[in-house]
């Protein structure tokens, strides 16, 4: 693989050519798709080469003004020389829909065709300038036979149809806004449609529609209604309204993604549109709710202002992800909301910074961009773009967005850009604050305080520590830091937001009569790692008096970790485990105050996953942590029996999210540690009326190893067997049994025939949530589990390649674990760097890995 070279930010050069319009003629077969394209070019540095982006292409014809044109053809690329400034390009090229297993470009699912453009993928369609920063009007012809596929629709708004000789037919679509070719997108098939619309705020009609496969009609209605909801949502937070005549949904099985923002065309994984109660879990109804409103936020927020260059994907990427959790808190519980995106970066995005895939949110350099959409990229991208708001305010922020928009609308901009608009309709500094975008790795801030009880003044010094991923030359980041200061008895004193920008500042606050209980970094201000040496009584006054939800919630999360820990450090001792009985009493109070929300009590009883743990420490005896926590779960299920029995049935047919998650954790809670009655778990699975209790009923069989496992999975197989999205779930679970047939069940299941290896849903539910969500088998003392996911990576390698890069990602951090278990892993990843036709997206992560 020498012959991949990384590109690099540093070496972006402007397009030589540009393109005003492209009319796009697609003649849709399976095997021989036909695409005529004809783009208006232009350029100002005429005698330079064109060089046109293809993959996999059959070129028939290239003319020019509409006359045959040499040309040559060199590795992934069209070249023609001697070009006008200006002329009309016509390239037709044939295409293979159905043999396209990568998922990218057009391809067939299900027997529908469908696009899927970002980030390269329009090259797969005809020879382009398959780059974000040529941006172009669209106008789109579609043909196909029409009792197969009825409904054909492109970006833009329909301007013309008509029957054609052969029982054939045709659609034109106009889109007026110029967009990059990784917005195209094109749908053909035979669908259930759902329609409605939506009034504007200056008082458009905007037709909806929401295309999913035959038979599921009645589970597109929550997608119709988070959408009318992200709409007017966007109207009234941010003034931003929608811009063409129709806004289309269609579903499909077979997508790499979640879903994808085309233009005015939004093509979804089927998970995220399809719902009921029936089979869908209320964090399904949740997941579909936010993912609607990411992919409709993206229509200003990335399609009206793109990015010049994928290295600027966080431009639009971490602010539409922020845009949704805000629109996700707005319309429901913030706090929840707001743990959600914690968890996250603490337990996903803080490995990736640590590990060999480590990376700025904007990346310097890349040999395969679909390795950057990353939970850096995303999510701590959000989280830089939540600081600037923390630093601004809601109004100046709001009024950055609107120079932003003034600014740049219909062109593609980078990160400066967007943080000059902040800057200069705030007039607040934000020179510092742009170090968030070119520093890899997780800032360490470490805390020490004193006080002084004879003039009653409290001080606080933070160091600021920086991670070798940071580079050479680090500088001190600017770093908004919420602080509260609680008595004792737990009576709020102060509360405000500190700017720390050097390597070591102190604070001093006065008037206190007695040490304050400080609540730090609250509400998680800033995408950092906390060290500070917290006592049980402080942790547990924050538990249950800390103004804010969130700050109580990470309290319960540090109560229990630092129990966790400590006996993981008595077990290497050789010492008896324990747990203080104050932890017990700490978990029991939450249980019983009536006052707090329940999905919020759901979050502060649940025992933070093995995963979560070791991403809090730089090293870890895996075995004994397994131990520990399986100890602390048990020790706390038995001290709180009485209460989690109790909550429960007070709980059970009270139909709403809130109350099923504080029951469903109760059980989960008394299952995980063999407190459980069968009799409860059958009851709950055979009565339930929802997907929520049914499933966690299943799970918590699974999980306690119950007897009666194995027959509820059964059933729950025969009902669902036909399911598809259902059946994912029923996957997830047989991947996340902990006996030690684990491995040679998965290589059974994945024979079964609700299983594809061509499909991604399938194959991260299967192959996937083992290798990600079962640290206990997959780091199993034998290697077993490394090699069944070797097994699997090899399979994937050459039938979707952006597959198999993405769940690799539990095999590349293998740093914090012994000498054996990395050798073991270290040599699953050098068998795949031998493979001869090594994918470049597995390429880059599994070098990247060895490397380090």
């Known amino acids: 693989m020498s012959e991949l070279q990384a590109k690099h930010l540093k070496d972006y050069l402007a397009p030589a050519f540009t393109i005003s319009t492209l009319a796009l003629d697609v003649n849709l077969f399976p095997n021989a798709t036909r695409v005529i394209a004809t783009s208006e070019f232009n350029t100002e540095r005429q005698g330079e080469p064109l060089l ?77 300038l398959d780059r974000p920063d040529v941006l172009a009007t669209y106008r789109v012809r579609v043909e196909a036979p029409k009792a197969g596929f009825p409904y054909l ?127 869908a879990t209320d964090d399904d109804f949740h997941g579909i709710e936010s993912v609607v409103g990411h992919e409709y936020f993206h229509n200003w927020t990335g399609n009206r202002v793109t990015c010049r260059d994928w290295f600027q994907l966080s431009l639009k990427e971490g602010l539409t992800v922020f845009r949704d959790q805000e629109f996700s808190s707005d319309v429901g519980s913030r706090a929840v909301n707001r743990i959600q995106a914690i968890e996250v970066i603490k337990n996903q995005q803080f490995a990736e910074d ?99 009880a004879d003039s009653g003044r409290y001080s606080l010094s933070i160091s600021q520590q920086l ?47 007695a040490k304050p209980v400080a609540s730090l970094l609250q509400d998680f201000s800033a995408p950092v790692k906390l060290e500070y040496d917290f006592g049980t009584s402080q942790l547990i006054t924050l538990m249950r008096h800390a103004s804010s939800e969130v700050a109580r919630w990470e309290a319960s999360v540090n109560l229990i970790s ?51 743990l070791i991403e809090q420490v730089a090293s870890v005896s895996f075995d004994h942590l397994v131990h520990a926590r399986h100890y602390v779960l048990e020790e706390l299920a038995a001290n709180l029996e009485d209460e989690l029995l109790s909550k429960y049935r007070e709980l059970v047919g009270i139909d709403s999210p809130e109350a099923r998650a504080l029951k469903n954790a109760c059980l989960a809670m008394l299952c995980r540690a063999g407190l459980c009655p069968e009799a409860l778990v059958q009851s709950q699975f055979e009565q339930s009326l929802n997907m929520t209790d049914s499933l966690a009923a299943l799970a918590g069989a699974v999980a306690g190893e119950m007897d009666i496992a194995d027959e509820l999975l059964g059933r729950f197989e025969a009902r669902w067997k036909d399911t598809p999205l259902v059946m994912d779930k029923w996957f997830v679970l047989q991947s996340g049994r902990q006996d030690n047939d684990t491995p040679s069940r998965i290589r059974a299941l994945s024979h079964h025939p609700a299983f594809s290896l061509q499909n991604p849903n399938r194959v991260r539910s299967l192959i996937g949530a083992f ?55 270290k040599a699953c990843l050098n068998e795949l760097l031998t493979l001869p036709e090594l994918s470049r997206d597995l390429f880059e992560k599994v070098s990247k890995a060895l490397a380090q």
């Open 52 to 128: 046109l982006d293809g993959d996999g292409l059959k070129l028939i014809s290239v003319k020019v003004d509409g006359k045959p044109y040499a040309y040559e053809l060199l590795p992934g690329q069209l070249k023609l020389v001697n070009l006008p400034a200006h002329f009309s390009l016509e390239i037709e090229t044939e295409i293979d829909p159905l043999g396209n297993t990568s998922l990218e470009g057009l391809y067939m699912s299900d027997g529908a065709y469908c696009t899927q453009c970002e980030a390269e993928g329009f090259r797969r369609i005809t020879y382009f």
């Open 562 to 612: 630092r129990a966790i820990w400590a006996n993981h450090d008595a077990l290497g001792a050789g010492e008896a485990m324990v747990l203080d009985g104050r932890v017990a009493d700490a978990f029991r109070a939450t249980l019983l105050d009536e006052e707090l929300d329940p999905a919020l009590a759901a979050r502060i009883i649940s025992i933070p996953s093995i995963n979560a």
């Open 354 to 452: 640590s590990g060999p895939m480590a990376h700025p949110i904007r990346p310097q350099s890349v040999i395969e961009m679909n390795n950057f959409y990353t939970v850096t990229v995303y999510n701590k991208g959000a989280e830089v773009i939540r600081m600037m708001h923390t630093l601004l305010g809601e109004e100046k922020f709001q009024a950055g967005m609107k120079l932003y928009f003034a600014r740049h609308d219909g062109q593609a901009v980078t990160c400066d850009d967007f943080v000059a608009a902040m800057e200069d309709a705030s007039g607040i500094d934000l020179s510092q604050f742009r170090l968030w975008y070119n520093q890899a790795g997780t800032p360490t801030l470490k805390i020490v305080d004193d006080f002084d």
């Open 153 to 279: 629709l492109s970006n833009g708004n329909k301007v013309d149809s008509g029957e054609l000789p052969g029982e054939r037919h045709f659609v034109v679509w106009d889109d007026p806004f110029p967009k990059p070719c990784y917005l195209f997108a094109l749908v053909a098939g035979d669908f259930d449609l759902l329609e409605d619309s939506f009034t504007t705020a200056s008082g458009r009609n905007v037709a909806l529609q929401v295309f999913v496969d035959k038979g599921n009609l009645h589970k597109a209605h929550h997608a119709m209604v988070s959408l009318k909801k992200s709409m007017e949502w966007d109207e009234r937070r941010f003034g931003l309204e929608y811009d063409l005549d129709i806004y289309m949904i269609v579903a499909v099985d077979f997508f790499n993604m979640g879903a994808m923002e085309n233009k005015g065309l939004n093509i979804f994984n089927t998970k995220y549109v399809l719902a009921d109660v029936e089979t």
């Open 771 to 825: 290798a990600a969500a079962n640290p206990v088998q997959f780091h199993r003392a034998d290697g077993e589990g490394y090699k069944l996911l070797t097994e699997y990576l090899i399979k994937l390698n050459g039938l979707n390649p952006q597959v198999a890069a993405r769940i690799v990602t539990p095999l590349i951090q293998f740093a914090k674990f012994d000498a054996k278990r990395q050798g073991m892993m």
């Open 467 to 513: 991670p070798a991923q940071a580079g050479e030359g680090a500088k001190p980041m600017h770093i908004p830091f919420a602080l509260e200061l609680l008595s004792a008895d737990g009576k709020s004193l102060s509360s405000q937001v500190l700017d720390v920008k050097l390597a070591e500042q102190r604070f001093e606050f006065t008037g206190f009569d």
